[in-house]
Every structure is written in C-alpha cells, then in structure tokens.
C-alpha cells in the first residue's frame, strides 16, 4: 500500500522559513513526478509546485515564484520544498501528491495525483 507522509510544518513568523519534507513508500519513486498542493480555510486546493521525475524545470505557481524551491532525492523517496520569506497568506495545510507522469512539464489538476499524504500544517504570524 502507497504511503505518502509529509513533516516540517509548524508556527513561524512572517518572513520566516520552514522545510517541508514528504517520503513515500510502496511505489516507484522516479516513475512518479511529485507536487506540493495547499488548501486553506475556506479555500480551493491549489497547486504550489510540482517537478517531474528528474527533478528538471519545476512548476511553481505565481504566488510562490522566487520564495518557495522544490526538489527531490529519488535515492531517499522524498521530495522537499524549502519556503522563504514566508507570509501570513502562505497559511493552509500543505499537502504532498504522487501521479504517474515522470516526465510532468507543468501543474496539473489535484484529480489527477492518485496518491496523497494526509498535510502537514504551516501557519504564519504577522
């Protein structure tokens, strides 16, 4: 069974940082290209970042763009992604997805990553 297990939330401070980290288990990991989704209250879920299976030009959304790098260690089955300069907007649970399209060259939609960790909190203050 496909785990998918993200840590590294937490409470910061505006312009803080914080390094989200998602290992998964069960599955191929460099068949797969991997995203970051986020979903605050209230709100839609919404792609962050997303890279294909070699870790080459990675999708980030505009809100994101400059502050937030995603990467991954396909030795170690995890996938990373390293927030700067964070603010009060970055709020929402953030959520690490699978899909089988290794060779993925830009966002998709949430529907298509069949494989979901349960979030990982990050909350900022101003």
């Known amino acids: 069974q496909v785990q998918v297990v993200e840590s590294g939330g937490g409470l910061v401070q505006a312009g803080g940082s914080l390094r989200l980290s998602c290992t998964v288990s069960?599955?191929?990991?460099?068949?797969?290209?991997m995203g970051w989704f986020r979903q605050a209250p209230g709100k839609e879920r919404e792609g962050v970042s997303c890279?294909?299976?070699?870790?080459?030009?990675?999708y980030y959304a505009d809100s994101v763009k400059g502050r937030f790098t995603i990467s991954r260690d396909n030795a170690k089955n995890t996938l990373y992604l390293q927030m700067n300069i964070l603010k009060p907007e970055d709020t929402a649970m953030y959520y690490c997805?699978?899909?089988?399209?290794?060779?993925?060259?830009?966002?998709?939609?949430?529907?298509?990553?069949?494989?979901w960790g349960q979030g990982t909190q990050v909350t900022v203050s101003s």
């Open positions: 997805a699978a899909g089988p399209y290794p060779t993925l060259a830009a966002m998709i939609s949430p529907g298509r990553f069949p494989y």
């Open positions: 069960a599955l191929t990991f460099d068949d797969h290209a």
């Open positions: 890279i294909n299976w070699a870790g080459v030009s990675p």
